[in-house]
């Protein structure tokens, strides 16, 4: 299994940035993909998530209606459309796949990480 995350870096308050998170090395029927975050001195947190079979998805109340994640099956790869960015999403940005199950933001649940994209939001 391999989670190759990408598209992190410096932007303006109110920007955009599209993070991808390429899975490969695995046959999954039923699996779900997770992006969670973590900045400085807090806990990682969940931010949104996919089940990859049905396209379910979940994004915590902070991103709603600003972060939008998106599934392409056949090149098995996840997308997190950031718009309107604030510097309170600076973290550095991680995908995870859960095997069986579908879209959770307990960071338990999840059974392969990828090395994180750094996103910083500032002037």
């Known amino acids: 299994f391999q989670l190759q995350a990408s598209g992190g870096g410096l932007v303006q308050p109110g920007g955009s940035l599209r993070l991808s998170c390429a899975a490969s090395?695995?046959?999954?029927?039923?699996?779900?993909i997770g992006w969670f975050r973590q900045a400085p001195g807090k806990e990682r947190e969940g931010v949104s998530c996919?089940?990859?079979?049905?396209?379910?998805?979940g994004s915590t109340d902070s991103v709603e209606g600003r972060f939008t994640i998106s599934r392409d099956n056949v090149e098995n790869t996840v997308y997190l459309q950031m718009n309107s960015l604030k510097p309170e999403d600076t973290a550095v940005y991680h995908c995870?796949?859960?095997?069986?199950?579908?879209?959770?933001?307990?960071?338990?649940?999840?059974?392969?990480w990828g090395q994180g994209t750094q996103v910083t939001v500032s002037s």
């Open positions: 090395g695995f046959t999954l029927n039923y699996y779900a």
């Open positions: 996919i089940n990859m079979s049905d396209g379910g998805t």
């Open positions: 995870a796949l859960a095997v069986g199950l579908g879209c959770t933001f307990s960071t338990s649940d999840y059974d392969y």
